[in-house]
C-alpha cells in the first residue's frame, strides 16, 4: 500500500499547479522539494505572460493558458496582480514586419489577433523610447506581466488548504523502481511511496530522470535579469526590440524589469551574476531609452531556462519509460506563464481520466517520432 | 559660482608642497585637509579626479575653493557653510531634515545613517548637478537644493488605510481578493510619489577606469589597514576602496570628536582608548608610503562572477579585476524595534558622531546605548558640546514609543513618564556590514543567544574559496583592535609568512556581544524603502510565509534601494530562528546609474 496516489518532484510553479488540481480530484499528493517552494525557477523569471508564439501548438497552449492563469485569483484567493498592458514588438527589418504579418494571421485564425503598426504610430505609443529606424511594430492586447511570486503563494496556500503533503527541503536522490514500475521516491534514507510520480523539476528533471533509467532532452541555460529603482509608472506594455537583443517593462513597484535575449551560460553553472550581462544590457537599454540614464540599477539575478530541442515543453509519459513515471517540465523560458494551465492538463492525464487534446503536441516521444513543435519565438 | 584659475608659479609650488609624491591629482573638494591626510600615499584616485581627472585646471579650483564661503539656498532660505561641509551636515545644521517622505505613505523620513544608499526619492536636486546623494555631496560653491517628493494625495489615503490593510507592498489586502484590480493597480500605480523619468537627467559623465591588482581590499577602516600592512610588508601589491574619503572608519570620526573638543572636557580613559587606536589607524596608513599598494576613494558595488568588482565615484566607476578580495567593510548599528522608529531625527550613534563632529547636532538628543563603545562615543559628543543623556539600561527596556509628527519630538515609556526630545540616537549592538561580504559568497548565520550574525570564516578570515577573505567586525568575531590584529593575520596569511600570521592571531580577542533586546513594537518598521513593520511579519507567519526568502518575496523587506543594509538584522531577528541564514543578497550592492555601466560596456567593446 503506498501512501500516497501521486508524489510530485519539484515544488515550483508547475509542480505546486500539479500537485493542487490533483488533490483537487481527490488524489492523496505528497510534494518533493530540494528547497523551498520556488526556490528554483519560479521566483527568478521576468514575470510575463503572452499567447503569441510562433508554433500554433503553443498559441492554442497559451490561449487556454492566460484565462486560467488570470482566473486563478478566484482558485487561490491570491491576486497574481496582472498587468494587462500587452507585449510589443519594435520591429527595424522588413523581414520581420513580413514575419508578423504572416503570424498575425495564425493569431487571428486562434482568436487572438494583435495589431500591426507601422513605424509613426510605433514611436507616438512609445514617446519614451529613442528607437532610430524602426519601420513598424506588433502590439498584442492580450499579453501581459503578472508577478510569479503570487503564483507560488496561492497554490502554497491553496495546498495548505487541501492539507496537502508539502516536503520542502527533501531533495530526492533515489527513485524507487519495482520491476518496470515506479513506486516512490528515496529523500536520503527515507523512502516517500506513491502510486506514480511526476518530474516538475525544471532544469534538475533530467538528472531525476535518469535515475529512473529515463533520458529526457532538457539542458540549462543561466539567463539574467535586472531591475531598477522605482520610477513613476509610465509604461505599460511588455517591450521587446529584436534588433537590438533586449525587452523590458515596467512593474507594479515602478521599477524597469528587463535583460538582453541573447546572453545565456549553458549548463547548471551558478546562479551568480556576470559584470559581462550587467554592461551589456545597461548599453544595450540605454540606446534605446537614453531617459534611464540616471536612473539606478537595483537588483539582479539569475535563473536558468530548461530548453528542449525544440523550445517547447514536454509533458506527458513515453511510451517506453517505467509505468507510473510522468513529467512536466522543459518549458524553455516560459514555465511560469504556463504554470496553472500545465497542472490542470497534468492532473487530468495522470488520474488517468484522460489525456487533454492541449497536451498531446508536447509528448516526450515527439522527438524520436519526428513532430517537434519549433518554437523560435523565445526571448 | 565658478573659478577657473591658471595655473601659476606661486600655486604650482603650494600644490607640489602639498602633494609631494601624487602620481595622480589627489586634491578633491576638500582641498587642504584632505591632501594633508592622504599626503604620502602612492596614488589617489577621488572621485573628482574621475570626473576631471588629471585636469590641472579643476586642481587649483578644488585646492582655492576651500577659501571660499558657498552659500546654500532651499526653498527662498539662504544660508553660509564651511567650504567642503557635506551636504546633509548642512542641511541637518539649518533644521532640514525631514525632507522626503515616504515612497508608499507619505510618512515623513529622514536620513538614519551615512551608511545607507538613498533612492532617488531620497536625494536631493541641486542646481546643475541633477539628484544627488546628500550624504556624499560636498558643498563647495553656491548650490540651491530642492526637495522633491512630497507626499501625493493617494499615498497619504493609503497612510491612513494602513492600519486597516498592512502596509508593506505586496500585503496589502486590497490586492488580494483580485476584485476590482484594475482600480486597485491605478491607485497603486499613480499614488506612489516616484520620481517621473522625464524628471531625470542624465548624470554627467564622467570616466570608467579598469584596473588589475593582486589584492583588493574593501574598507579602511582598522581591519582593512592591518591587511594593507601585512601585505606592504611582505612586497604584495593591493589596492583598498574607502568610501568616506578618510581612513580609519568609525575611528575616524571619533577623531574629529575628539579633536574639536576641548581637552580637558574629553574623559581621560575615553581620549587614551581613541588615541591608541588612532595610532593603529596611523601606522595603518604607512602601508601606502612604499607606493606599492593604492587607495581608491569610491563605493564597492559588488563582486561579479568573472571576479571583477565595481567601485562606483561620484558619476564614475571603476571596474577592477583581483586575483583575491578581502572584505573589511565593518559593522553598523541596526535601528531598534521601537514604535516611530521610522521618523526624521532617529539616527545611528555613527551617524551623530558625524553630525556632532561638524557641531550639527543640535538640541537635546537621547543616546539608547547597548555597547560601550557607543557609550563611549556618547561621552564624546557631549565633550564636543551637545546636549546628551543616555538612557539607562532599565529605561532602554520600558521605551513604548518614539512620538512625532513631521520629525521625533518625544519618547514615552511604559510607566507613562514622557521625555521631550530632538534626536533619538541609537546604538545599538553592532551587526557586521555583511551585504558585501555575503554577496561575494561568506556565508553568514544568526546567533539568536549572542544576537548576533556571524561570518562562516576561520579565525584568520579565510573562507573555504582561497581568494575570498573576511577580516575584521565584517565578521561579527572581533571589533576595533582585534580587528587590526585579525587584519594583519590575514594579511600575512595571504603573503604565506604564517609565522608571522599565527604571532598577530594571538592578539585577536573574540568581541563580547550583548544579549537580544526584548522590545519588539508590532508597529516598529522593520524595512524603510518598502514600508515594511513587524507586524507584517507577523501577517506572513500566519499565512504560512515562513523564513527569509519568503518573507522577503512577501513582504518586500531588503528589496528597495539600501539593498537590506538597514533592515536586514531586524528582519532576521524578528523571523527569530537560531541558525538563520539571511536572504541572498543581490547585486549591485550599492545602486548604480544606467549610464555608469552602460559606458562602461561601451568601453568594454
Known amino acids: 500500500m503506498s501512501d500516497y496516489d501521486v508524489v510530485v518532484v519539484g515544488g515550483g510553479g508547475v509542480g505546486l499547479s500539479t500537485a493542487y488540481h490533483l488533490a483537487k480530484k481527490g488524489l492523496r499528493v505528497c510534494i518533493l522539494e530540494k528547497n523551498y517552494l520556488g526556490s528554483g525557477s519560479s521566483t527568478r523569471n521576468a514575470g510575463g505572460f503572452r499567447v503569441h508564439f510562433k508554433a500554433e501548438e503553443n498559441v492554442r497552449y497559451m490561449v487556454a493558458g492566460r484565462k486560467k492563469l488570470l482566473s486563478l485569483p478566484k482558485e487561490t484567493g491570491w491576486n497574481v496582480t496582472p498587468i494587462t498592458g500587452g507585449y510589443f514588438w519594435v520591429l527595424h527589418n522588413e523581414q520581420a514586419m513580413q514575419e508578423f504579418r504572416e503570424l498575425n494571421r495564425m493569431w487571428a485564425g486562434q482568436g487572438v489577433p494583435g495589431q500591426l503598426l507601422g513605424g509613426k504610430e510605433v514611436k507616438e505609443r512609445l514617446p519614451t523610447l529613442e528607437l532610430g529606424a524602426t519601420i513598424g511594430g506588433f502590439f498584442g492586447p492580450q499579453d501581459g506581466g503578472f508577478h510569479h511570486d503570487l503564483v507560488v503563494f496561492g497554490y502554497q496556500a491553496a495546498l495548505r488548504r487541501l492539507r496537502v503533503d508539502v516536503r520542502e527541503y527533501s531533495p530526492v536522490d533515489g527513485i524507487i523502481l519495482e520491476g518496470d514500475k515506479v513506486t516512490g521516491a528515496k529523500v536520503g534514507s527515507r523512502e516517500i511511496r506513491g502510486e506514480k510520480l511526476v518530474i516538475c523539476a525544471g532544469a534538475w528533471t533530467p538528472a531525476l530522470s535518469r535515475l529512473a533509467g529515463v533520458d529526457i532532452p532538457i539542458s540549462a541555460e543561466r539567463r539574467e535579469i535586472g531591475v531598477t529603482e522605482p520610477i513613476k509608472f509610465f509604461l505599460s506594455p511588455f517591450v521587446i526590440i529584436p534588433s537590438e537583443g533586449v525587452y523590458f517593462a515596467q512593474g507594479l513597484r515602478g521599477e524597469i524589469r528587463g535583460t538582453v535575449t541573447d546572453l545565456k551560460t549553458e549548463g547548471l553553472v551558478p546562479l551568480v551574476s556576470t559584470y559581462a550581462w550587467t554592461v551589456e544590457y545597461a548599453r544595450r537599454l540605454l540606446r ?91 526571448f | 559660482m565658478t573659478i577657473n584659475l591658471t595655473p601659476a608659479g606661486q600655486n604650482v609650488s603650494k600644490l607640489k608642497f602639498l602633494l609631494p609624491q601624487c602620481g595622480v591629482s589627489c586634491v578633491d573638494d576638500s582641498g587642504p585637509q584632505r591632501a594633508r591626510h592622504f599626503g604620502h600615499s602612492g596614488c589617489v584616485w577621488s572621485l573628482s579626479d574621475l570626473k576631471r581627472s588629471r585636469d590641472s585646471q579643476y586642481t587649483y579650483y578644488a585646492y582655492w575653493s576651500a577659501f571660499l564661503v558657498p552659500r546654500v539656498r532651499v526653498q527662498k532660505v539662504s544660508f553660509e557653510v564651511e567650504s567642503g561641509t557635506p551636504l546633509d551636515v548642512a542641511l541637518y545644521k539649518e533644521g532640514w531634515i525631514s525632507y522626503r517622505s515616504s515612497v508608499k505613505f507619505g510618512r515623513p523620513r529622514g536620513i538614519a545613517d551615512a551608511s545607507v544608499d538613498y533612492g532617488d526619492n531620497l536625494c536631493v536636486q541641486v542646481t546643475g548637478e541633477g539628484l544627488v546623494d546628500p550624504t556624499r555631496y560636498r558643498v563647495v560653491r553656491d548650490v540651491e537644493v530642492a526637495f522633491g517628493h512630497r507626499a501625493t494625495a493617494g499615498s497619504r489615503i493609503s497612510e491612513r488605510l494602513r492600519r486597516f490593510f498592512g502596509a508593506g507592498f505586496q500585503n496589502n489586502l486590497l490586492m488580494r481578493g483580485g476584485v476590482g484590480w484594475n482600480v486597485t493597480r491605478r491607485v497603486i500605480t499613480g499614488s506612489a510619489n516616484l520620481e517621473q523619468i522625464s524628471h531625470f537627467r542624465p548624470a554627467e559623465l564622467s570616466k570608467v577606469e579598469f584596473l588589475k591588482v593582486g589584492n583588493l581590499i574593501v574598507g579602511g577602516g582598522l581591519a582593512g589597514l592591518g591587511v594593507a600592512v601585512a601585505l606592504d610588508a611582505c612586497g604584495r601589491d593591493f589596492a583598498l576602496v574607502e568610501s568616506s574619503g578618510v581612513l580609519g572608519g568609525r575611528v575616524e570620526i571619533v577623531r574629529r570628536l575628539l579633536n574639536a573638543a576641548p581637552s580637558t572636557r574629553a574623559p581621560n580613559d575615553d581620549a587614551a582608548e581613541i588615541r591608541s587606536l588612532l595610532r593603529l589607524i596611523e601606522s595603518g596608513s604607512a602601508a601606502f608610503r612604499s607606493g606599492r599598494g593604492r587607495l581608491i576613494e569610491g563605493t564597492f558595488t559588488g563582486f561579479y562572477e568573472e571576479k571583477i568588482g565595481l567601485v562606483l565615484c561620484s558619476g564614475a566607476a571603476i571596474a577592477v579585476s583581483f586575483d583575491n578580495i578581502i572584505f573589511a567593510n565593518g559593522s553598523r548599528s541596526p535601528v531598534p524595534l521601537l514604535k516611530g522608529n521610522d521618523l526624521p531625527g532617529v539616527i545611528s550613534i555613527d551617524y551623530a558622531a558625524r553630525l556632532a563632529a561638524h557641531g550639527a547636532l543640535r538640541g537635546k538628543t537621547i543616546l539608547y546605548s547597548e555597547d560601550k563603545w557607543s557609550s563611549l562615543v556618547g561621552r564624546l559628543m557631549a565633550a564636543r558640546g551637545a546636549d546628551i543623556e543616555e538612557l539607562v539600561q532599565s529605561d532602554r527596556a520600558k521605551i513604548a514609543s518614539i512620538l512625532g509628527q513631521r520629525r521625533v519630538e518625544a519618547v514615552v515609556f511604559t510607566d507613562g513618564r514622557r521625555k521631550s526630545l530632538s534626536n533619538f540616537v541609537y546604538g545599538t549592538c553592532r551587526q557586521p556590514a555583511l551585504e558585501l561580504p555575503a554577496q561575494a559568497g561568506v556565508g553568514y548565520s544568526w ?72 522590545t519588539k513594537s508590532a508597529d516598529a518598521f522593520v524595512c524603510t524603502c518598502e514600508d515594511v513593520t513587524v507586524r507584517d511579519f507577523e501577517v506572513a507567519a500566519k499565512k504560512g510565509i515562513l523564513g527569509p526568502e519568503k518573507t522577503k518575496r512577501f513582504t518586500g523587506w531588503g528589496t528597495g534601494v539600501c539593498q537590506g543594509k538597514h533592515c536586514l538584522y531586524n528582519g532576521l531577528r524578528t523571523l527569530a530562528r537560531d541558525g538563520a541564514s539571511p536572504y541572498t543578497q543581490r547585486l549591485p550592492i550599492t545602486p548604480t546609474p544606467f549610464v555608469v555601466l552602460a559606458r562602461l560596456g561601451e568601453n568594454a567593446k
Open chain 2, 447 to 518: 546567533v539568536a543567544a549572542a544576537d548576533i550574525l556571524r561570518a562562516e570564516v576561520s579565525i584568520n578570515g579565510s573562507t573555504a574559496l582561497p581568494w575570498l577573505w573576511a577580516v575584521g567586525s565584517v565578521t561579527g568575531v572581533c571589533e576595533l583592535e582585534a580587528s587590526y590584529h585579525q587584519g594583519l593575520a590575514a594579511g600575512y596569511a595571504l603573503s604565506q609568512d604564517d609565522g608571522r600570521s599565527r604571532a598577530e592571531l594571538k592578539l585577536v580577542s573574540v568581541r563580547d556581544s550583548a544579549p537580544a533586546p526584548t
Open chain 1, 288 to 378: 534605446v531609452f537614453p531617459g534611464i540614464a540616471g536612473v539606478r540599477f537595483n537588483r539582479q539575478w539569475s535563473g536558468y531556462y530548461e530548453m528542449t530541442p525544440d523550445h517547447s515543453h514536454i509533458m506527458g509519459r513515453g511510451n517506453a519509460w517505467p509505468e507510473g513515471l510522468y513529467v512536466a517540465a522543459g518549458f524553455s523560458g516560459h514555465g511560469m506563464m504556463m504554470s496553472p494551465i500545465t497542472g490542470e492538463l497534468m492532473a487530468e492525464h495522470v488520474s488517468g481520466d484522460a489525456t487533454p487534446q492541449l497536451m498531446l503536441p508536447f509528448s516526450p516521444d515527439r522527438f524520436a517520432e519526428g513532430r517537434p513543435v519549433r518554437e523560435l519565438m523565445v
